[in-house]
């Protein structure tokens, strides 16, 4: 079967992005941000007024090729989500899914996909389950 590329630019408001970053610190990166390959205590949630997380910020100990520091903003987040819906990250359906409702009135992402986001924006990949 033949196929065509539909390509659709959308604008994300920043608090659904504030809501991804929150969900992962408080339940889906859990498991790894704060676990023996981050240097411990060097995990930082940057909160607003409102208490949503705005930035991660963290430093890997190992498997890092580089200084090992780690900055998720929300454009990172932004570009995570790209990544995946354009098919250059490969993650379960129902993730995708879930990920191409960032930007829409229908916006619903779980703690899982928050995880694949930013484990995307820190990475370019999955490294974590």
Known sequence: ????????????????VYDVLTTAVEGGSGYWLFGEDVQPRSAQAIRNSDHDVTRIEFEVVVGSNDDGRRVV?????????????????????????????????????????????????????????
């Open 1 to 16: 079967m033949s196929t065509l590329r539909l390509t659709v630019e959308r604008q994300v408001p920043l608090e659904q």
């Open 73 to 129: 903003t929300p454009q990172k987040i932004v570009d995570a989500a790209q990544k995946v819906l354009d098919g250059r990250v490969q993650v379960r359906p129902d993730l995708v899914d879930q990920i191409g409702t960032l930007g829409t009135g229908r916006f619903d992402i779980d703690a899982d996909a928050a995880d694949v986001l930013v484990q995307v924006a820190a990475f370019g990949e999955i490294v974590y389950g």
